[in-house]
């Protein structure tokens, strides 16, 4: 039986939202892509957590993870973000860059104002080109801050009936 894990990196909460509402559907494992640096999560200072991604992706950096995730023991990984500057963080890179997703399935996902996924699944693709990407959920973050059950649940009979 294949092994199913929920990766998501969230700063506000949407993401984690749709996260964890897709371990409940599916009984996948769920961790926290954690940043060494943690990012300020207090919606006040929005301006500044703006400021900070763009200078991140301006000068692509890759900023450190605080854990570890065993990719190596799961078959399906989901993987959530939040957009940023119509693109994921810059810490997925660093996620991506760390780990090798050779013969496992990805499941993106991620939570945006009207950006839809950016082109971010392609991005996966190319930056995994050993892997399988299946089709994605862009969830706007209104939606997102309700986790979108109902929603989910059609994707995901869509994409993976057999999960």
């Not at 939202?17 to 943690?38: C, F, K, L, S, Y």
């Amino acid at each position: 039986m294949a092994k199913n894990l929920v990766v998501y990196f969230s700063v506000y909460g949407t993401a984690k939202n749709i996260a964890e509402e897709i371990a409940r559907q599916t009984g996948a494992d769920i961790m926290e892509i954690e940043p060494a640096v943690p990012y300020d999560s207090n919606r006040d200072h929005y301006s500044a957590l703006a400021k900070l991604a763009k200078k991140e992706h301006d000068e692509d950096m890759r900023p450190a993870m605080k854990n570890e995730i065993p990719v190596a023991e799961y078959d399906n990984i989901f993987i959530g973000y939040p957009m940023w500057w119509y693109t994921f963080p810059m810490i997925l890179y660093t996620f991506f860059d760390k780990y090798d997703f050779s013969g496992k399935t990805i499941i993106p996902f991620n939570t945006h104002k009207g950006s839809g996924d950016g082109g971010t699944y392609r991005t996966i693709k190319r930056l995994e080109p050993n892997a399988t990407v299946l089709e994605g959920l862009p969830v706007e973050m209104t939606a997102a801050e309700r986790g979108d059950p109902e929603r989910i649940k059609q994707w995901l009979m869509r994409i993976c009936p057999n999960l």
